[in-house]
């Protein structure tokens, strides 16, 4: 994706805030250029960028460590980073004003885990549940990201341009064979369907509403 624009999304649900790894694409430690999109240890939506020089951060403004289910989009939108949590924008925008491209072609890509400097997939897991992983190699609308968020689609996994997500979609669900699946690292198995997803979202906005 180089200096591009780029969206990751994925379905989370953890009670575990730990500074666990959703995805990451190059690595955690050691230096060098990265993306890393995490769940901090105060169970806020987290991406940093660096591309060897300068580094960003942006974070959400909620706290997702509840045990519910809750979508979590990040993105390179222009000169900004975004964060979207359940179909809605839940962080200002962050400036990437002199920074440069972020895409190390050699660097590893990985979901639930991270690599250090010895490039091994041994750090900082997600302790709970990950699901539909998403990757667009474009900035999504909000129209876009809630519609994503409002979605049926089970144990999707994409890589590459959001154009051919249609005929990806189409042909996964055809298809006795996934493109995806869940990524499980808490102590026992809470896959759930997307109806199971949204309702615990739900559920979970209705509650910090109304605190």
């Given at each position: ?76 939108d ?12 839940d ?72 154009e ?7 042909e ?14 808490s ?25």
């Amino acid at each position: 994706m180089g200096s591009g624009d780029f969206t990751v999304c994925a379905w989370i649900k953890t009670s575990d805030p730990n500074d666990g790894t959703i995805f990451l694409k190059g690595r955690r430690y050691g230096g060098g250029k990265r993306y890393n999109f995490y769940l901090d240890a105060q169970g806020h939506i987290t991406l940093n960028t660096d591309d060897n020089s300068i580094s960003r951060v942006i974070d959400s403004d909620g706290s997702y460590e509840d045990g519910a289910w809750h979508f979590a989009c990040v993105m390179r939108d222009g000169s900004n980073l975004r964060v979207y949590v359940d179909g809605v924008v839940d962080a200002a925008p962050v400036s990437l004003d002199g920074t440069g491209s972020l895409d190390d072609p050699l660097a590893l890509c990985a979901i639930g885990m991270a690599n250090g400097d010895d490039d091994v997939l041994d750090e900082v897991p997600f302790l709970g549940v990950l699901d539909e992983v998403r990757v667009y190699n474009k900035a999504l609308t909000p129209a876009q990201i809630k519609a994503d968020y409002n979605s049926g689609n089970d144990s999707l996994l994409i890589f590459g341009d959001a154009e051919e997500e249609s005929s990806s979609e189409s042909e996964d669900e055809s298809s006795s064979s996934s493109s995806g699946g869940v990524v499980d690292n808490s102590s026992s198995s809470s896959s759930s369907s997307s109806s199971e997803k949204l309702s615990s979202s739900s559920s979970s906005s209705s509650s910090s509403s109304s605190v």
